[in-house]
């Protein structure tokens, strides 16, 4: 497993972009594929995005597509998430997870969690 830590929450004005990070610790990061999920105030925790461990294949919700961007850099064990053109829908915690499977990432059947961060999106 990896630990996970998130950040780069915070509050945006509808339209406005931001740029989540997922710092982890662990050797074996670069053999992991990661994710990003959110839980919106009332709803079921969603699959939002996923990169395989090399970073060569992506996959996202329809929710996000063409407005949201996963990355990593696997020298700096971390993932990103560059969100733009937020919409009030987006707010929600955004939580990195995973996994050393893409599918299981995608799936959110993941070994690991952060503990997640704020994103709420202003109208």
């Known amino acids: 497993q990896v630990q996970l830590v998130e950040s780069g929450g915070g509050l945006v004005q509808a339209g406005g972009s931001l740029r989540l990070s997922c710092a982890a610790s662990g050797r074996t990061f670069s053999s992991y594929a990661m994710g990003w999920f959110r839980r919106a105030p009332g709803k079921e925790r969603e699959f939002v995005a996923a990169?395989?461990?090399?970073?060569?294949?992506?996959y996202y919700a329809d929710s996000v597509k063409g407005r949201f961007t996963i990355s990593r850099d696997n020298a700096k064990n971390t993932v990103y998430l560059q969100m733009s053109s937020l919409s009030p829908e987006d707010t929600a915690v955004y939580y990195c997870?995973?996994?050393?499977?893409?599918?299981?990432?995608?799936?959110?059947?993941?070994?690991?969690w952060g503990q997640g961060t704020q994103v709420t999106v202003s109208s």
């Open positions: 990169i395989t461990w090399s970073g060569r294949n992506t």
């Open positions: 997870a995973a996994d050393e499977l893409f599918r299981t990432v995608i799936a959110g059947r993941v070994s690991s």
